[in-house]
Antibody
Framework: QVYLAESGGGVVQPGESLRLSCTAS????????MHWVRQAPGRGLEWVAF????????FYVSSVKGRFAISRDNSRNTLYLQMNTLRPEDTAVYYC???????????????WGQGTLVTVSS | DIQMTQSPFTLSAYVGDRVNITCRAS??????LAWYQQKPGKAPKLLIS???NLEGGVPSRFSGSGSGTEFTLTISSLQPHDFATYYC????????FGQGTRVEIK
């Protein structure tokens, strides 16, 4: 059974940093691309970042480019999102999500974690 | 960037009603479109991919149609568990979601 568990959320001030983690189980983590998707309070879903199964390629939504970095440790079945220079508009629940296609990318998210809340406020 | 527009924003319906949610893309997607269901406080759940392919375990009252720039999610007979927010998502070029359609009890 696929299971994704995010951690690392919290309350930070503008300009500060935070690192999110997503621990995966129930599938061969090293064979699947992974995504981060966020949802601001009361708002819709926004794709944030993608990393290829082997970590070679990363893509970001324009609003976080240069501030966020997605990475993974396939030996630990763990996905990360390093968030720097945080802004109030980054306040959201952050979900990690598994891509449906192995050894490639489709951008369809077939399994999601429960989410972790990041609040950026002074 | 490809923009996704859903309509309506909110839909009020009775149990047993047939419900249609529309999703329009700013560029042609072929059939690279997915639908998700999200209930309050929960993660989204994948319902349909490639515009009309129902995911395993999803009830057959859900169906998807369309191609190009216009797509529809249909619930043939609304059930109590179906009251939720529904999102379309394109995966033709990077990944963007529609703003969501909230299905409420009438």
């Amino acid at each position: 059974q696929v299971y994704l568990a995010e951690s690392g959320g919290g309350v930070v001030q503008p300009g500060e940093s935070l690192r999110l983690s997503c621990t995966a189980s129930g599938f061969t983590f090293s064979k699947y691309g992974m995504h981060w998707v966020r949802q601001a309070p009361g708002r819709g879903l926004e794709w944030v970042a993608f990393i290829r199964y082997d970590g070679v390629n990363q893509f970001y939504v324009s609003s976080v480019k240069g501030r966020f970095a997605i990475s993974r440790d396939n030996s630990r079945n763990t996905l990360y999102l390093q968030m720097n220079t945080l802004r109030p508009e980054d306040t959201a629940v952050y979900y990690c999500a598994k891509d449906v296609v192995g050894l490639s990318v489709a951008g369809v998210f077939d399994f999601w974690g429960q989410g972790t809340l990041v609040t950026v406020s002074s | 960037d490809i923009q996704m527009t859903q309509s309506p924003f909110t839909l009020s319906a009775y149990v047993g009603d047939r419900v249609n949610i529309t999703c329009r893309a700013s560029q042609t997607l072929s059939d690279w479109l997915a639908w998700y269901q999200q209930k309050p406080g929960k993660a989204p759940k994948l319902l349909i991919s490639k515009a009309s392919n129902l995911e395993g375990g999803v009830p057959s009252r859900f169906s998807g149609s369309g191609s190009g720039t216009e797509f529809t999610l249909t619930i043939s007979s609304l059930q109590p568990h179906d009251f939720a927010t529904y999102y379309c998502q394109q995966y033709k070029s990077y990944w963007t979601f529609g703003q969501g359609t909230r299905v409420e009890i009438k």
